[in-house]
């Protein structure tokens, strides 16, 4: 038997879901909607199964991201991205790797949500602009303006340095090892001075509710974790497609990605709401 186009492209209806929403909860809400949907179509008359199913997760990510964006206003704190644990495979695609990391990810926050589909479809899956414009129901000609003003605006705002998977892994390394034995001047040589965290605790856990910037602020409130906690343990681990951290403190998870540029860290994108803290135990099936 030929299996089902809906099973066939699971991974790929995923990891657009997940790019639209930033969130693996509502990713597999929205694959659920769509199957639904699916089972109730005449398959016969679907003549391109992948572009269909793409199309059909993309306007139920769509309205999901509508209701989202509503309660995200009211989120505590700093909203993050939810962290997948991923296998090192999935940064041989370099493409798909940088789509679904947290700084890209967090980038796409930015955007509205047409805005986001398109730059998605578009960038990333290189969909044709007749197709999104069925996708999200607008002209051809608008989808090309939308894609080039979200284009425009992710630009300004990406990380523009991209480092090897061998250095990013060794500076992660570095900075894991700081801050399990709460050393200040190395975590102070690990950071750029101009370096951000910014932290999700959801109201749920301790996080800092805006923001931090710079490194002699940062620093210090990093290495006095292990003097203010019971046990602390780090591990390197493959998150959203790159080197980054798991920290267990008193046996709670949490997940740090980085930005690294020129040896150091720029970004710490820090997740400590256990909501967003389910993925980490099982690799997420990505693909483009």
Known sequence: MTQDPFVTHRSLLFTVAYEMLGSAADAEDVLQETWLRWAGVDHSQVRDPRSYLIRAVTRQALNRLRTLSRSREDYVGEWLPEPLLTTPDVAEDVELAESVS?????VLETLGPAERAVFVLREVFEMPYGEIADAIGKSPAAVRQI???SREHVAARRPRVQVSRSEQQAVVERFLAALRTGQLQELLEVMAPDVVLIADGGGVVAA???PIHGAGL?????ARANQVVAAIATTTVWLNGAPAGRIDIDGEPSAVSVVVEDGRITRIYLVRNPRKLTRLDEPAELAR
């Open 208 to 210: 800092a509710l805006a």
């Open 147 to 149: 894609a080039r003003r």
């Open 218 to 222: 940062v620093a210090p409130i990093l």
């Open 102 to 106: 947290i700084a890209l990810l967090t």
